[in-house]
């Protein structure tokens, strides 16, 4: 009974620390997974974590209205300042009103409640990744005290253990937005290329590159900005792709369609990496409970992937995908 109800808690886990790495695909499909356990307990109680990623993934993405959607989903519940994953939503919600246009009040005052002051617990509430965002958004926003706070916070973590190099980046790129610092943010973009958060670091490159291009000579900002928008297109963030575009046309730069697309219309291209090595497994006839026993994940997991693969195919039986499948060839060996 225990495991059960802590089950939507694992998948809503597993989605916080995929959208850590940059993986939004694989990140939603957990999220996703979260809610269907959650239902399937029937526990009535909002999946917050579960639906402030799939918001934050919609962000990315740049679809703000299904990122809408999924904030009310989170906000139905009580009061957000009670619960425990209550600051996921706090995030959610400051990143949605930045993406379309400004921190209104609401979402400005939930920021600065929520992290506000210098207590680093309240940073631990969410991962590292996201917090030079909350700074960013402070900045934005005209409150410079959510962002020394933030940067406060992160003092008093590394007085307490300088050992944790994600640690250290964070502080590097929170002190460079908060001084508008160059030297802070090369800083953290070295910490950053070996820490496997590309978005953590194409966030760095990009607010490296908007600095740079304040000055007279803009061309050492262009390859950090060029930087941010492959990183950003490989992940998927293709909102945040779109805006580091126009910042280089801006600066008389050509460039190129995003190299990822998953939410295109139906068709084989679209399938996700984690999606294309389920069809192998299918073709040879594994069920989905086999399938998730031999990629060592829960069989919501898979679920759920074969509910996107259905749906971007436009099939509905596995005898529908394993004709497919075959037809193409080299897709049953997980090929493209």
């Not at 089950?7 to 597993?14: D, N, Q, S």
């Not at 250290?168 to 908060?178: I, K, M, T």
């Not at 909102?239 to 190129?256: A, F, K, M, N, P």
């Not at 497994?281 to 679920?303: C, F, K, Q």
Request: net charge neutral; hydrophobic share 45%; proline share 5%.
């Amino acid at each position: 009974m225990g495991l059960g109800w802590s089950l939507p808690h694992w998948h809503a886990a597993r989605a916080c620390a995929l959208l850590e790495q940059g993986a939004l695909d694989d990140a939603a499909v957990e999220a996703e997974a979260s809610l269907t356990v959650a239902d399937e307990l029937e526990i009535t109680r909002p999946n917050v974590r579960a639906w402030s990623v799939l918001a934050l993934v919609e962000i990315r993405r740049g679809d703000l209205a299904r990122a809408r959607d999924h904030l009310r989903a989170a906000e139905a519940g009580p009061d957000l300042a009670t619960q425990r994953y209550g600051r996921w939503v706090t995030l959610a919600r400051a990143c949605l009103a930045d993406a379309e246009g400004g921190l209104d009040a609401p979402a400005a005052a939930a920021l600065t409640v929520g992290f506000g002051d210098r207590e680093p617990t309240r940073l631990l509430a969410v991962t590292p990744s996201h917090w030079p965002a909350i700074t960013r958004i402070a900045l934005r926003g005209g409150d410079p005290s959510v962002a020394e706070a933030v940067s406060g916070a992160l003092r008093a973590l590394t007085a307490r253990d300088d050992s944790q190099r994600i640690i250290r980046a964070v502080r590097a790129h929170v002190d460079g937005l908060l001084h508008s610092d160059p030297r802070a943010l090369e800083s953290a973009i070295s910490a950053y290329r070996s820490g496997g958060r590309p978005l953590a670091l194409a966030a760095a490159c990009e607010d490296l590159g908007e600095l740079l291009a304040t000055s007279a000579d803009t061309a050492p900002a262009i390859p950090y900005l060029e930087e941010a928008g492959e990183l950003a297109s490989a992940s998927g963030a293709l909102r945040d792709h779109e805006r580091i575009s126009r910042r280089l046309r801006r600066l008389g730069v050509r460039t190129g369609a995003p190299r990822h697309h998953t939410t295109g219309p139906p068709g084989w291209e679209n399938l996700t990496e984690s999606e294309r090595k389920l069809i192998p497994l299918v073709v040879d006839g594994l069920t989905n409970r086999a399938i998730a026993d031999r990629l060592y994940v829960s069989i919501h997991t898979v679920n759920t992937h074969m509910k996107h693969i259905f749906t971007k195919l436009g099939i509905n039986t596995r005898v529908g995908l394993t004709r497919l499948a075959l037809e193409r060839g080299g897709i049953a060996d997980g090929a493209n």
